[in-house]
């Protein structure tokens, strides 16, 4: 057999398991085993460094307690292909990826109706291979957790809006969301930012006419508000649109130079989502990952110091869409926690919050403005609390462990026997209506049902709302709808509403109605934290990384060597391998197990728009989200 002998390892165990990986495939052998003669330095963290007879300033962590993460730009559905991409990875680096994060744009489509419920014209339509995952046919070979983008089904989504499993091994964070595995703490918020709808509630449900298809993937301020309220670090943040002004923290250079029509944008700052800019500076996460512009481009910025703190500093990343030849995935080692549980756990400081806010939910068209210290409520910090902390994990029984209670609410796609006829359905998920049991949680999908259509619940409650539709944003340069710089990476999008005939009874007919008891509610006028400093403009800003091999590409940046480690934690691809190049606690399901399981508008002639776009105030409803398959 084949040995391997190394001698001093000094922690660097991800460059010599990439050696042995370069010399099999040079030799054309394999190494059955690996021996090490000492010095290993087996650190699980800093605690353990102090135990190491070694000066101080040669004490470093090195890569014994990392993962492998994978990050996935748009994933439009192509999970074969990036579960396909991620194996050849595996094979050429010698390394395991342990977790896959996307970035929106997911589509989990399991059936013809869900195509119905995606902001995509009807040429562009496509079933993909998500569906294979949902029916069982194949299960995802590695963790994976995802955000929404503005191409989702958005029934689907609809169902879990406190997050939860798509698929088996598939777990999507909801509108937004915050988990942890192995330790390491990761966010997310989806959909895209739109001015006209952040203050609204998720009103939306199906059947969607040609508003609410795309209104329903707009980010509302309840979810950021809900994500401000987190004082504990971020390890990891997940968005779709980028945070706006990370481009001034890149290479913005060579941005322009790839991507010309973002120049007006980025020159007037208007390029991004404000609201994830307000995150950014809120929960200065160690990494912040996006898609949604179709360019891979990296990022450093470095925040102010908070009081007797050490500056922190988050590494942001953008990723292409799954096409060959295009940088739509990349590998990054992430610090975890070696004692940490293997699974996914929820995080009790965000289930506190969750709870905190359930009497802020709004499922009305209403623009709703959120608590802040402005004399006007009287409570405006819904932040977790030790003893609330405590409650939700006494709620859990003790066990954070996300169940693995995944069970179908729609029928799966057949390609033997397709249903294009199929209309998009309605479906209450076990997994919420259980979390919801659980905490005390406010059920969206109970609201909207509850016999009161969004109009008449607008009427009776005008006096009570604290917002007006007339009222300007909230961000005082907010542009998100003044935009006019034309993505030719984007899909065309002319209003095929006329040619989908199928799809018109869909539209035309009322919302489905279902009878629900009604969800503990609690009432409540409460806000808003502290200011947090503006972004500091003193950053060191390095090279985006880049290891693979895009057509069009010129950016300047080191060679990495076959054998060598992963440059500044980051590690890249192309294309893939083929294609082209308490007491009434309900009990937890496990997966398999299963539960029971408006009218027309005025159809409305749209133009294709560049991400974040439209012609003024009263356009705004008539925009184009960017279609970008």
């Known amino acids: 057999m ?8 000094h922690g660097e165990l991800d460059k010599i398991y990439e050696t042995i990986a370069f010399l ?5 052998v394999k190494v059955d085993l690996l021996l090490c003669c000492g010095d290993f330095q087996a650190v699980r963290n800093e605690a353990d460094m102090k135990c190491m007879a070694v000066p101080q300033k040669y004490r470093q962590m090195q890569t014994f307690y990392k993962m492998k993460v994978a990050v996935e730009g748009c994933c439009h559905g192509e999970l074969d292909k990036i579960y396909e991409t991620i194996a050849f990875l595996e094979r050429k680096e010698g390394v395991k990826v342990d977790l896959l ?16 419920c995606m902001a995509v014209p009807q040429k562009y339509r496509q079933m993909q291979t998500f569906y294979k995952y949902y029916s069982g046919e194949k299960k995802a070979p590695v963790l994976t957790i995802f955000v929404g983008g503005n191409h989702e089904a958005s029934n689907h989504m609809q169902e879990l809006p406190y997050g939860g499993w798509v698929a088996p091994n598939i777990y999507y964070l909801g509108y937004a969301g915050v988990v942890r595995y192995r330790g390491v703490r990761i966010g997310g918020l989806s959909g895209i930012f739109k001015s006209h709808d952040y203050r609204k509630g998720h009103f939306e449900c199906p059947p969607y006419d040609q508003q609410t298809v795309r209104s329903a993937y707009h980010v509302r ?8 309220q987190i004082r504990q670090p ?10 706006r002004g990370i481009y001034h923290y890149g290479n913005k250079s060579q941005l322009l130079k790839r991507k010309s029509f973002l120049r007006q944008e980025v020159e007037s700052n208007s390029l991004g989502s404000p609201a994830a800019a307000e995150l950014l500076q809120h929960l200065q996460p160690e990494y912040w990952f996006s898609a949604h512009l179709h360019v891979k481009f990296a990022a450093y910025m470095q925040h102010q110091a908070q009081k007797d703190l050490l500056p922190k500093a988050t590494k942001f990343l953008s990723l292409d869409k799954c096409l060959p030849h295009r940088d739509f995935l990349q590998i990054v ?32 068209a209403r623009t709703w403005n959120m608590p802040e210290n402005n004399g006007l409520f009287s409570r405006w910090d819904y932040s977790a609390s030790e003893s609330g902390m405590k409650e939700v994990q006494s709620d859990l029984g003790g066990d954070l462990r996300v169940p693995e209670n995944f069970s179908a609410t729609a029928p799966h ?41 969004w109009e008449e619940e607008e009427e009776e409650e005008d006096n009570l709302s604290t917002g007006s539709a007339e009222e300007p944003s909230e961000y005082p340069t907010d542009t998100s709808g003044l935009s006019s710089s034309v993505n030719p990476d984007e899909i065309t999008i002319e209003e095929e509403w006329e040619e989908e005939g199928g799809e018109e009874a869909a539209i035309q007919s009322p919302p489905a109605r279902l009878v629900l008891p009604s969800p503990s509610r609690t009432s409540s006028s409460d806000g808003l934290i502290g200011n947090r400093p ?14 693979s091999s895009s057509e069009d590409s010129t950016n300047e940046e080191p060679a990495r060597h076959e054998g060598a480690g992963l440059t500044d934690g980051m590690e890249g691809t192309s294309s893939p391998p083929s294609e082209e190049s308490s007491a009434a606690r309900p009990p937890k399901r496990i997966s398999g197990e299963n539960a029971a399981t408006g009218e027309g508008t005025k159809k409305i002639k749209r133009r294709n728009q560049t991400v974040y776009t439209a012609q003024g105030e009263e356009e705004e409803e008539e925009e184009e989200e960017e279609g970008d398959c």
């Open 2 to 9: 084949k040995v391997a002998v190394e001698g001093c390892c």
């Open 333 to 364: 080692d992430i610090e975890q926690d070696p004692s940490a549980s293997d699974r996914l756990e929820y995080d009790p400081e965000w289930l506190s919050i969750l709870k905190n806010t359930a009497g802020l939910v709004n499922t009305t």
């Open 534 to 547: 503006p972004f500091s403009l003193t950053a060191s800003l390095p090279e985006p990384i880049r290891v």
């Open 24 to 28: 099999e495939r040079k030799e054309g």
């Open 101 to 116: 994060l996307c970035c929106g744009d997911f589509q989990a489509v399991r059936n013809e109706a869900d195509m119905k």
């Open 221 to 228: 301020n309840i979810e950021v508000f809900k994500l401000k």
């Open 413 to 453: 796609y057949d390609p033997n026997n397709p249903q294009l006829q199929r209309e998009p359905t309605y479906a209450v998920n076990p997994q919420t209506t259980e979390l919801c049991a659980c905490l005390g949680l406010t059920d969206p999908n109970a609201c909207r049902t509850e016999g009161v259509s």
């Open 234 to 243: 971020m390890d990891i943040f997940l968005s779709h649109d980028w945070p």
